[in-house]
């Protein structure tokens, strides 16, 4: 007797267990999917044409730069200051 009750117990925990692994995972790609919202907003550097997001972009003068050297660059080409040439 004492070991059917063995075996009861131990299928039910490994159904409980089965149970709150496949919750787990089912939660964890939400928070994935959750924390992943740079797929909204993607902008274009005017310099290297690269995309990102537009969290991540400098934005002047309704253009976007991946960087600070680019919007720089951007900014002297089209700028009125062009001391190169
Ligand atoms: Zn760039």
Same mark, same amino acid.
């Given at each position: *007797? #004492?070991?059917?009750?063995?075996?009861?117990?131990? =299928?039910? =925990?490994? &159904?409980?267990? &089965? +149970?709150? $692994?496949? +919750?787990? !995972?089912?939660?964890?790609?939400?928070? +994935?999917?959750? $924390?992943?919202?740079?797929?909204?907003? *993607?902008?274009?550097? @005017?310099?290297?044409?690269? !995309?990102?997001? +537009?969290? @991540?972009?400098?934005?002047?003068?309704?253009?976007? &730069?991946?960087? @600070?050297?680019?919007?720089?660059? #951007? @900014? =002297? $080409?089209? #700028?009125? !200051? !062009?001391?190169?040439?």
């Amino acid at each position: *007797m #004492g070991k059917i009750l063995f075996w009861i117990l131990l =299928g039910l =925990g490994i &159904y409980l267990l &089965y +149970r709150a $692994s496949k +919750r787990r !995972n089912q939660r964890h790609a939400e928070d +994935r999917r959750a $924390s992943a919202p740079e797929v909204e907003d *993607m902008v274009r550097c @005017e310099v290297c044409q690269v !995309n990102l997001p +537009r969290s @991540e972009a400098i934005l002047t003068h309704g253009h976007f &730069y991946c960087c @600070e050297a680019h919007r720089q660059r #951007g @900014e =002297g $080409s089209t #700028g009125s !200051n !062009n001391h190169d040439q």
